[in-house]
């Protein structure tokens, strides 16, 4: 075993000094970083985007299978995606953490080794936080700060009648991920010998573990010159947020069934235990694509867009929010996304 | 009793559209506040300040003599408090909460009453935030952004050899009101009809439990066109914060035990309690008073101002950092504040 050091042995500076050591900011707004009373950024002719996120062990994640790299990878990256889902670009972000006493500064280093990869592989600087004890397991807090040109923040409320309603990458995917792992779990449970079974469902797993923010697409319709009129990131579910946007923009929606983009590997899950596929890709949350609407007139430009799906259109809000399905009936969207503040909704699988 | 809401009853959604019901930003700066995936900020030629805490239950606050208003109240200032402590403006707050089951609709409320309280006295906008459930007890996370003209932001590391030394207000008095509180919970427990006995003490509660920001002073040394060369807010005890300076700055200091200002209240509780009351005013931290150094030649403009008191002098690093006793011995400062990442340290007292 490697070596386990208390992290009263350290102290709280101590912790910090050696969490933070070596780093060096890489963006130009970043003027001061950790180790005073806040962070001090400079942002000339942009907007300013803050986005924050609280999460919580036994809620959120659960350690018997999430390693601590990975949770500190996906703690960053999920807040970056938030920027990039106001069309803004991840900058500087804080990191606040309450530990409890069964955790090492080895574990705590481990942690922030996956928070500082996202940092260095996102361009992101850690400018400060805050350290101290919990009376019962991890919390991480995370808050972002980006920027975006004045005239280019996209938010929930500017989807318009006709609109195309587009999606990056594909849906449901990180849910099964999810579904496996607390498979497996229990599957093993008590069997400090077991080996948990993922072959050929390795996607299902790294989507669910280790999440990636979609840059890619940002800068792809940056450069092909489309602002989408709204955008968010689906992390509690399609249908929670396609009801956001229609309800912040006063519209209505139809989306297609048959056009919403699910992997295979998320298909084979679903039938396995045995839960209704669609419902699983309309409502499991946590893929962390984009969801965003544009004006009909790109509608050659991005169906020829890599990685991109065009799944319907914004209506007038008077035809309420709707999938059209494979027979051509339609059912209303309602939220059931991940509902972490219902009574066991963590471990509880939507409706069939 | 008042009607309450099991949380389940509203969702998370619910929950946040009724807590920043009627929220109406205050700062030019608020372009976009709660309600999309990241808040929308506009700062043109100022830099931005950002500072970030996170409460936990059982360690930071008990909630049984700690009303969830002046909690929430407290939380909100205590962010602010950094930022000021750069020489700058709060301008928005981010809330993220993590809330167990037993907390109701209405315990939410009156913790959110206490935090827009502080944002509208202070004059800061509420812009965010995250909202999710804890398997115990409560977490608050509050991240504050501000902003200072560029050429005014003050920082840990600007202290220079013969600077003079001064705090804002007393020092010592919210760490002897946690040691009332505790005491009167102890005689108190178990009897449900019990009153506790704050006679004469209720300065020591308020400062506890509702701490100010000290924007007051920076306003005074602005006005009198002071810019300190080093400034931090007291939080851990002037100690640990002194040392920071001077670490930072890569000087020495020298304070003296008759200049520290401590108000008869802490003295008489510190006295009842048996506790030396030096060491209570040099660690006991939750001050959130300004401790700042500014050059020799501001001596008689400083002498004279309202709240602000000189107690020492920066010296060279090689003199190290002493406390001069009124016997006139010299004693190493040592960072004795509250250690929230040592075992039991929340109910430790300080050594004598």
Redesign the interface.
């Known amino acids: 075993m490697e070596k386990q050091t208390e992290?009263?042995q350290?102290?709280?500076?101590g912790?910090i000094d050696r969490l933070t050591e070596g780093l060096q900011p890489v963006n130009e707004s970043t003027?001061?970083g950790v180790?005073?009373?806040?962070?001090?950024?400079?942002?000339?002719?942009t907007?300013?985007?803050?986005?924050?996120?609280?999460l919580?062990?036994?809620?959120?994640f659960d350690l018997t299978y999430v390693p601590l790299k990975h949770l500190g990878y996906k703690a960053a990256v999920v807040n970056f995606s938030?920027?990039y889902?106001?069309n803004?670009t991840p900058r500087?972000i804080?990191v606040?953490?309450?530990?409890s006493?069964r955790f090492t500064v080895e574990h705590i280093e481990a942690l922030y080794s996956g928070i500082r990869l996202a940092c260095e592989i996102y361009g992101v600087d850690l400018?400060?936080?805050?350290?101290?004890?919990?009376?019962?397991?991890l919390?991480i807090?995370v808050?972002?700060?980006?920027d975006a040109p004045?005239d280019k923040?996209v938010?929930?409320?500017g989807a318009k009648d006709t609109d195309l309603i587009c999606v990056s990458g594909d849906l449901g995917a990180a849910y099964m991920g999810l579904q496996l792992l607390e498979r497996e779990k229990n599957v093993g449970r008590g069997d400090k010998d077991f080996i948990p079974q993922f072959d050929g469902k390795e996607y299902l797993i790294e989507r669910q573990l280790k999440p990636e923010a979609r840059r890619d697409i940002i800068r792809e319709l940056d450069k092909a010159g489309i602002v989408p009129t709204a955008m968010?990131?689906i992390s509690d579910g399609l249908s929670s947020e396609l009801l956001h946007i229609c309800k912040?923009s006063n519209t209505g929606c139809r989306v297609y069934e048959d056009r919403i983009p699910i992997d295979y590997q998320t298909a084979i899950m679903a039938e396995e235990v045995n839960m209704n596929l669609v419902t699983a890709a309309l409502n499991g949350g946590e893929d962390y694509e984009l969801l965003f609407t544009a004006p009909l007139h790109y509608h050659e430009q991005l169906s020829k867009m890599e990685g991109i799906k065009i799944i319907g259109h914004i209506t007038k809000p008077e035809l309420g929010c709707a999938l059209v399905t494979r027979d051509g009936n339609e059912m209303q969207l309602r939220?059931q996304g991940f509902?972490?503040?219902?009574?066991e909704?963590?471990t509880e699988a939507p409706e069939a």
């Open positions: 992290i009263s350290l102290g709280e500076f912790l003027v001061t180790g005073d009373d806040a962070a001090q950024l400079r942002y000339p002719d907007d300013v985007l803050v986005s924050t996120d609280l919580v062990e036994g809620i959120h938030d920027i889902a106001m803004g500087q804080t606040a953490l309450a530990i006493s400018v400060g936080g805050d350290t101290t004890a919990s009376r019962s397991g919390v807090s808050t972002c700060i980006g004045k923040v938010k929930r409320s968010m990131d912040d939220a509902n972490h503040m219902a009574p909704a963590e």
